[in-house]
């Protein structure tokens, strides 16, 4: 019969390499993972969006993505980078760019803009008031009037802004 110690020590010796074997079993998938990470944005790119790639000891390649291979890409015909399609082999690319609207800004900007101006004029006692009669503007209801139409304005004049967004470092 065994002592309590012995016992003790044998499961002590047998947790380590449970988590070791453990740690490898789920860490090698990880890293796996995580080399083809790097270009993983690229499955969030719809084809015919305008990318543009700086290149190591090329310069600048730019133009709409017609396709995506296993290690390359290929961008289209762009004013002032190429006449031609050009295949971009992704080992020789330092970063990448996808050219994109600022609708959500502007809807941000836009809305908080315009509810500040709506409940500036929604808290005005108007002139439609009796002259000794009291009559609160209405304040919440010009906030959201004016919240509104200013997400909505804010929204078109974003989407309109283009600007280019870094995807790979």
Not at 31 to 57: C, N, Y
Not at 112 to 129: D, E, K, M, N, W
């Amino acid at each position: 019969m065994a002592t309590p110690g012995k016992r003790r020590r044998i499961g002590f010796v047998k947790r380590p390499c449970w988590a070791t074997a453990l740690l490898f079993a789920v860490g090698l998938p990880l890293s796996a993972q995580e080399t083809s990470r790097s270009d993983a944005w690229l499955k969030h790119i719809k084809p015919g969006a305008m990318v543009r790639f700086h290149i190591r000891g090329r310069g600048r390649v730019a133009g709409p993505l017609r396709g995506v291979g296993v290690d390359s890409v290929v961008v289209g015909p762009a004013f002032g980078y190429s006449e031609t399609d050009t295949a971009v082999a992704l080992a020789g690319v330092d970063s990448a760019w996808v050219l994109a609207p600022r609708g959500r800004t502007g809807l941000l900007i836009g809305g908080f803009a315009g509810g500040v101006f709506g409940l500036a004029i929604g808290s005005q006692q108007l002139r439609l008031c009796p002259l000794g009669g009291t009559c609160a503007g209405n304040s919440m209801g010009g906030m959201l009037i004016g919240g509104s139409i200013g997400a909505l304005l804010g929204w078109l004049i974003g989407s309109s802004d283009l600007h280019w967004v870094q995807r790979m470092p």
